[in-house]
């Protein structure tokens, strides 16, 4: 499966990128494949380079306020310095490797909503950087990631929405500046106790750490506080009952603070 774009880049007589991937499907700790082609414009010019650049939407707090910007998270270099004659076409294959801690776009085959990450072409000739429009990728959960997501489905939580916020987590080793939250509303034997429970992946080649956090109600205590961390081994995920785990250590951490009986 191709998805292409073709834009005009250095003016409207300048060379022109079309960016193709073999497949956007992919998935954390993987690779995009592709090629970038250039045709050159109506008249000759050196590029210094084509880069890709991997990119998504995050959340930043500042203060009493919070506001979105785009943050770039994986970068590669497709070409070095070329010549472009006029007319001239220029391809360039590429393999992308993703972070581990690459977010997620797609469960099941349904977007999660609030999410958006694609590859976006930038093209640099005599020092003026064009950055085209984003190619948008699918990223799918891992299956250490899809197992406990579907524990939390069939445990009846209903996905809500997910979005990606600048900063560390407490005590979580990270490689990148963000994290990832996907947001569930509480199943019903939850429904009176928390008004919603967010579950964050910090992905690894061999393990992940996962995190759970809750937005309560009652005002017992801080929304937003991390009540599960747990790490969970990709090699052994299949061999634990994971409905039944996560829904022990749900009614143990509220039973602690006094919310659950």
């Not at 250039?38 to 590029?47: C, K, M, S």
């Not at 009493?64 to 970068?75: I, L, M």
């Not at 600048?166 to 569930?184: A, D, K, M, N, S």
Request: glycine share 10%; hydrophobic share 40%; with cysteine.
């Amino acid at each position: 499966m191709a998805f292409k774009r073709l834009r005009q880049a250095m003016g409207v007589d300048g060379p022109s990128v079309e960016t193709v991937l073999v497949n956007p499907d992919c998935r954390p700790g993987g690779h995009l494949e592709g090629r970038v082609q250039v045709v050159g414009g109506d008249h000759p010019v050196e590029l210094t380079h084509v880069a890709l650049g991997l990119v998504t939407r995050v959340e930043v707090e500042s203060g009493d306020s919070a506001y979105d910007t785009t943050q770039e998270f994986g970068r590669r270099r497709v070409t070095g310095t070329f010549r472009l004659d006029p007319g001239q076409r220029y391809d360039a294959p590429f393999r992308f490797e993703l972070p581990w801690e690459t977010p997620l776009t797609d469960l099941y085959g349904q977007p999660l909503r609030g999410m958006t990450i694609g590859l976006r072409t930038e093209l640099e000739v005599a020092r003026a950087v064009d950055q085209g429009d984003l190619d948008p990728v699918a990223v799918h959960p891992l299956p250490a990631q899809e197992r406990l997501l579907e524990a939390l489905l069939r445990l009846g939580f209903r996905f809500a929405r997910a979005d990606v916020e600048r900063g560390h987590l407490y005590g979580v080793h990270q490689t990148l500046p963000f994290y990832q939250e996907i947001e569930f509303l509480p199943a019903p034997r939850y429904a009176g106790v928390i008004n919603q429970l967010a579950v964050i992946f910090v992905t690894g080649p061999h393990r992940m750490q996962v995190v759970l956090e809750v937005d309560k109600r009652g005002g017992r205590f801080s929304a937003g506080e991390a009540f599960g961390r747990f790490t969970v081994d990709h090699a052994t995920v299949d061999r634990t009952d994971w409905p039944a785990q996560l829904d022990a250590w749900l009614r143990q951490s509220l039973h602690r603070r006094g919310l659950f009986s």
